[in-house]
């Protein structure tokens, strides 16, 4: 068993629940979704679940689930989005990790109120600005289930 160097006293002492829980989603921005979708299939055995397109986000997207969570693929549209902007300066690579999170209100607000930059404004998902968190995109999301 690996132990923390850091201690963390809450984990002992508090009566609430950790913020983060299982990691759900990992998001992985592609040049080619197609190609990826073949690779990931073909080598991990991964079955595609849903597709679809976000004209808002500029992006098309598959979604393979994996044991207790999926791998979302994510083709920008729009190169002057988000995850066009991502590609263009880092190439293909993780761009998000999803962790369930059993109280994202909660959460946004205590995020808040430590000073951290967070997109909170839906009830059953929350993003996590990269600068507060060494470069990582969070979300706070619930778990699915793909059936």
């Known amino acids: 068993m690996i132990r923390s160097a850091v201690p963390r ?3 002992l002492q508090c009566k609430e629940a950790f913020m983060l829980g299982d990691i759900v989603e990992l998001t ?3 040049r080619d979704l197609d190609a990826a979708v073949e690779r990931f299939t ?3 055995g991964l079955k595609v679940h ?3 397109e976000s004209k808002e986000f ?3 997207n598959a979604i393979l689930p994996t044991g207790i969570g999926h791998i ?3 083709q920008p549209t729009d190169p002057d989005k988000a995850v066009g902007r991502f590609l263009a300066k ?3 690579g ?3 990790v999803g962790f369930e999170c059993q109280d994202i209100p909660g959460s946004v607000e205590r995020l808040k109120k430590a000073g951290v930059r967070v997109d909170g404004r839906r009830q059953d998902v929350a993003w996590v600005h990269p600068h507060d968190t060494h470069g990582l995109f969070v979300e706070l999301r619930k778990r699915e289930a793909y059936t």
């Open 9 to 11: 006293p809450c984990a």
């Open 72 to 74: 979302e693929l994510l």
């Open 94 to 96: 993780v761009y998000l």
């Open 50 to 52: 849903h597709r679809a």
């Open 90 to 92: 880092h190439g293909e």
């Open 28 to 30: 992985v921005v592609v």
């Open 42 to 44: 073909g080598l991990f």
């Open 58 to 60: 500029g992006f098309k």
